[in-house]
């Protein structure tokens, strides 16, 4: 917290993809810097742009910001690329570390493909109208979306695109001390005056699961979890064992909604996904010619690429291969399901059959055998059984096996307990 003797700078760093985590965790840092009195926000930037839609939420936050914004692209060889540029365009001071560069702000598709007219329009639009409101370069704003242009930190300097080019933070702080800025919406602005120099720098993190949701924010990382989850938990179902397939994909589910969470998402490719997995199951409970799987790929295939809203989309790179790997995996888990309800059964009184013992104890009709550990009472199908004879299990009765006698095998006493 600052005071009047030891003012205080809020320091928060924003490194790769902008996605709705950034944006609130940029947005948290804004509300921490008022409520404690910071006599200033620094972001360290190095990114090569994100979601546009967080990216406009961050200018709208910073544009209205009741606390000094500044935008320091650093350290050295660092960028502000496409949406980095945007949040530079729209802070109260921009700054560079030598060897950077800033730019290239044409907005793009899920596929990495050039957006359509209309919304290069748009961004150009936006560009220039935080440039305004900045009293920065509106051509240097038109051209880095209409043009992809991008610049080094000292032609941004003398083009009127930064403020500041700095080698430090130190440096930076030391030379904004004095600075005059206006903040606060629009309409009800008003002047502040930076006391930076020497300013106590306190650290704004992440923290470990804004880490975590920030690594998941991925549509290829969500689309491979919830698929792969999908099919772990198919081979689950066909093969009941020690649960291992089923706990890993569960816990690929919880990770897939969690990436999901903080990604714009439409809920009809969630739909088409379920339908996925209730086509996969139906084929591992009824294998045939494999047209439950079929569909089930397709309809993944249609979940992949209708999922995700704006301009984010699945890689295609990851889609196709994921479909067909899930759908095969479908196919593959629905055999091994019919093989296991074909074979013979290997446990309880079945599993019995055709075992040969030694009767060890006999009376009344009745004998005792040693099989599998245990030990059997049984009883012969024609005649009574004796004891050290040799016998054969040729069925039960209740919880007693039925047995004949049986010759024992060359070189085999009476003393072996039982014989596979």
């Not at 050295?76 to 001071?93: D, K, M, N, P, T």
């Not at 950077?100 to 702000?105: E, K, L, P, Q, R």
């Not at 998941?216 to 099919?231: M, Q, V």
């Amino acid at each position: 917290m600052s005071s009047a003797q030891s003012p205080s700078v809020l320091v928060m760093r924003i490194d790769g993809t902008i996605t709705p985590v950034v944006a609130d965790h940029l947005e948290e840092g804004l509300r921490t810097a008022e409520r404690d009195g910071h006599e200033a926000l620094l972001v360290e930037m190095d990114t090569p742009g994100g979601l546009l839609q967080s990216t406009r939420e961050i200018v709208q936050d910073v544009l209205a910001s009741e606390v000094p914004v500044i935008v320091y692209v650093t350290p050295s060889g660092a960028r502000a690329a496409s949406a980095g540029a945007y949040i530079a365009l729209s802070s109260h001071v921009a700054a560079m570390a030598p060897g950077t560069h800033i730019g290239a702000g044409t907005p793009v598709t899920g596929q990495g493909e050039e957006a359509s007219e209309k919304i290069v329009n748009d961004a150009v639009a936006f560009a220039v109208s935080i440039a305004e409101q900045r009293g920065r370069s509106t051509d240097f704003a038109r051209d880095m979306v209409r043009d992809g242009k991008s610049v080094s930190d000292q032609e941004a300097l003398r083009n009127n695109v930064v403020d500041v080019v700095a080698p430090s933070r130190d440096a930076l702080l030391t030379e904004l001390d004095g600075h005059h800025v206006m903040v606060g919406p629009q309409d009800a602005q008003r002047e502040v005056v930076l006391r930076t120099a020497g300013a106590q720098v306190v650290e704004h993190e992440l923290g470990f699961f804004g880490e975590l949701r920030q690594l998941l924010a991925s549509p290829e990382l969500a689309y491979l979890f919830l698929s792969i989850g999908t099919l772990a938990l198919i081979f689950e179902l066909a093969n009941p064992g020690m649960g291992f397939a089923g706990v890993i994909g569960a816990i690929l589910l919880v990770l897939g909604f969690v990436a999901l969470s903080v990604l714009p998402f439409n809920v009809g490719g969630l739909l088409l996904l379920a339908l996925a997995a209730a086509l996969f199951v139906a084929e591992v409970f009824t294998p045939g010619v494999g047209v439950f799987a079929a569909g089930g790929t397709v309809c993944l295939l249609f979940a992949g690429v209708l999922m995700f809203r704006g301009e984010l989309g699945v890689d295609p790179a990851v889609l196709w291969p994921t479909a067909l790997v899930v759908g095969g995996g479908s196919v593959l888990a629905g055999r091994l399901a019919w093989r296991a309800r074909k074979a013979p059964t290997t446990t309880g009184h079945e599993a019995m059959l055709g075992r040969e013992a030694v009767v060890r104890r006999a009376g009344d009709g009745t004998g005792q055998v040693l099989l599998e550990g245990a030990w059997w009472t049984v009883h012969g199908r024609d005649t009574e059984v004796a004891e050290g004879q040799h016998v054969r299990v040729v069925g039960h009765d209740g919880l007693e096996l039925i047995v004949e006698p049986a010759e024992p095998a060359p070189g085999q006493g009476t003393d072996q307990e039982d014989k596979p």
